[in-house]
């Protein structure tokens, strides 16, 4: 589905951040991005979507090669692959209704959006996610009004109103207390598994990404050094992507992480940690 062949970003200061990068990201496929402070996992995300522009290579999203297409045709290409964010990316004085509305900025253009005026088979889809991610009680609260757990759920379902094929995740459990981080990711995975959709998630928490990614690619220094699934994940290459470490203790916390899991349910919905 999504392709990368020999990506590379460099930087007018000359900092090389992505070096040789090769993918392949088939349908449905949730894959996490691990790897310390400055490895490029922000950079690769944003050169998918050309919000950042790679230097070389080509990236394919099915028959479309991205990295070749124009202004207008990109802007088209976007509507296939839907950003979350890590600070929510929300605008504070519109309500969640109208926020998760924004998605559909892309097919309704600016001043009917700018003017409100959403076709109605919009109106119920939103209302349909912001039941499915727990805010169907919040619809007219303002955004600034939320929680850090609520916005990023509201920031889940507006990515979602765009009928992505693609879901490009960065730091989505940055801000948020731990029950919440799993709360949020088991969210996210559950959403990809009921609309058959592949996901790029950047996090820095290895035990998150062990326990809700179906693969886990590890970056340092703009390039691959891990590329597997999470069992094949142990000290060594922990070493490899993060450098020298007592990791021995990784897979007690990853235990006590599944001990902890909750199952979803209504009262947990709402998620906190602002």
């Given at each position: 589905?999504?392709?990368?062949?020999?990506?590379?970003?460099?930087?007018?200061?000359?900092?090389?951040?992505?070096n040789?990068?090769?993918?392949?990201?088939?349908?449905?496929?949730?894959?996490?991005l691990?790897?310390p402070?400055?490895?490029?996992?922000?950079?690769?995300?944003r050169?998918?979507?050309?919000?950042?522009?790679?230097?070389?290579?080509s990236?394919?999203?099915?028959?479309?090669?991205?990295?070749?297409?124009?202004?207008?045709?990109?802007?088209?290409?976007?509507r296939?692959m839907?950003?979350?964010f890590?600070?929510?990316?929300?605008?504070?004085?519109?309500?969640?209704?109208?926020?998760?509305l924004?998605?559909?900025?892309?097919?309704?253009?600016?001043w009917?959006?700018?003017?409100r005026?959403?076709?109605?088979?919009?109106?119920i889809?939103?209302?349909?996610?912001?039941?499915?991610?727990?805010?169907?009680?919040?619809?007219?609260?303002?955004a600034?009004?939320?929680?850090?757990?609520?916005?990023?759920?509201?920031?889940?379902?507006?990515?979602?109103?765009?009928?992505?094929?693609?879901?490009?995740?960065?730091?989505?459990?940055?801000?948020?207390?731990?029950k919440?981080?799993?709360?949020?990711?088991?969210?996210?995975?559950?959403l990809?598994?009921?609309?058959?959709l592949a996901a790029?998630?950047?996090?820095h928490?290895?035990?998150?990404?062990r326990q809700?990614a179906?693969?886990?690619?590890?970056?340092?220094?703009?390039?691959?050094?891990f590329?597997?699934?999470?069992?094949?994940?142990?000290?060594?290459i922990?070493?490899?992507?993060?450098?020298?470490?007592?990791?021995?203790n990784?897979?007690?916390e990853?235990?006590?992480?599944?001990?902890?899991?909750?199952?979803p349910a209504?009262?947990?919905?709402?998620g906190?940690?602002?």
């Open positions: 589905m999504l392709t990368l062949s020999a990506v590379t970003k460099r930087y007018a200061t000359g900092d090389l951040a992505l040789d990068i090769h993918l392949s990201l088939p349908r449905g496929q949730v894959m996490a691990i790897g402070s400055g490895a490029g996992k922000s950079t690769l995300i050169c998918v979507n050309r919000l950042v522009e790679p230097s070389g290579g990236i394919h999203l099915e028959d479309t090669e991205l990295t070749g297409l124009s202004s207008g045709r990109l802007r088209q290409a976007r296939a839907a950003m979350i890590q600070e929510y990316a929300l605008v504070d004085r519109l309500t969640v209704m109208e926020n998760v924004s998605g559909r900025l892309g097919y309704v253009g600016f009917r959006s700018f003017l005026r959403y076709p109605k088979t919009d109106v889809e939103a209302f349909r996610l912001l039941e499915r991610v727990g805010l169907g009680h919040a619809l007219d609260k303002r600034d009004a939320l929680s850090g757990g609520q916005r990023q759920r509201v920031g889940i379902a507006r990515a979602l109103l765009q009928d992505p094929r693609l879901l490009l995740v960065d730091e989505p459990t940055a801000s948020l207390d731990p919440t981080s799993r709360q949020i990711m088991r969210l996210i995975r559950e990809c598994a009921e609309r058959d790029i998630i950047n996090i928490d290895v035990s998150l990404a809700f179906d693969r886990i690619v590890g970056l340092r220094g703009g390039e691959i050094v590329d597997g699934k999470p069992g094949e994940l142990n000290a060594e922990l070493t490899t992507i993060y450098g020298e470490e007592d990791w021995s990784e897979e007690g990853e235990d006590a992480d599944d001990a902890m899991q909750v199952t209504p009262a947990l919905a709402m906190g940690g602002r």
